[in-house]
């Protein structure tokens, strides 16, 4: 269910706060084992970038979790954003 009176949270806050925080890597780290530029993990993790299809791919092999779990978290977002989009222009 995606909360009405929050934003849900960016799936690179949950990158960081869940992920990099708890294993004590870095961005870097992090980085090299997907094989991109850390600006690419940087922009992700500072909300400047949203998930995308081939990140999700690339952090589930990683993390050994499921892509879709990190695309999930960016529909939770999309959809709070058209949602709240929708309202403003009603």
């Known amino acids: 269910m995606i909360p009405k009176n929050r934003r849900p949270t960016h799936p690179g806050e949950i990158l960081l706060e869940e992920f990099l ?8 780290v992090l980085a090299r084992k997907m ?23 690339l952090l589930s092999g ?9 695309m999930n978290l960016q529909v939770a977002c999309d959809l709070y954003d058209a949602r709240q989009a929708l309202e403003r222009a009603a």
């Open 21 to 28: 925080k708890p294993s004590g890597m870095s961005q870097v």
């Open 35 to 57: 094989g991109v530029p850390i600006q690419r993990v940087n922009t992700l993790i500072n909300g400047k970038r949203d998930m995308t299809a081939e990140t999700a791919l």
């Open 62 to 70: 990683v993390f050994r979790n499921s892509p879709e779990f990190w």
